[in-house]
């Protein structure tokens, strides 16, 4: 996930959207770890983005979807911003599996300094909310 978060961070680069909200949609294959069974899945993340520029700051609206190997499918909603120091991000993701019954969600706030790149992960959560049957 923070790969995606470095690759939006390079979208300020992009000369200044005039209204409407420039859109687009990027899909990232990743790999990931059931947190209701440990085991490894592979994951396809959609996501469907609007890019804002206001002044000096670039504000991203994203929503998501998600299909594992394991049979998860989940949506989510992510809204980020980047001005000259720092690229925030809060989101919240959720996924089920409707065979097994399994549920996790994701869900958090990073915050990345343009000038160090350390990251700051604050309320970060990846957990079960309901265990497969």
């Not at 790999?31 to 994951?43: A, H, K, L, S």
């Amino acid at each position: 996930m923070l790969a995606l978060a470095a690759a939006f961070v390079g979208l300020t680069a992009l000369p200044a959207a005039a209204d409407p909200p420039v859109e687009f949609s990027v899909s990232v294959p990743d790999v990931g770890v059931d947190p209701c069974t440990g085991e490894d899945f592979t994951v396809l993340l959609t996501f469907n983005i609007e890019l804002h520029e206001h002044q000096n700051n670039t504000v991203l609206i994203i929503d998501s979807s998600s299909a594992t190997s394991h049979g998860y499918e989940g949506n989510g909603h992510e809204t980020a911003v980047t001005n000259q120091n720092h690229y925030i991000s809060v989101f919240n993701w959720q996924a089920v599996n409707d065979e097994t019954g399994g549920r996790f969600a994701l869900k958090g706030k990073f915050k990345v300094d343009l000038e160090t790149g350390e990251v700051q992960l604050e309320k970060f959560e990846f957990r079960c909310v309901g265990q497969p049957a």
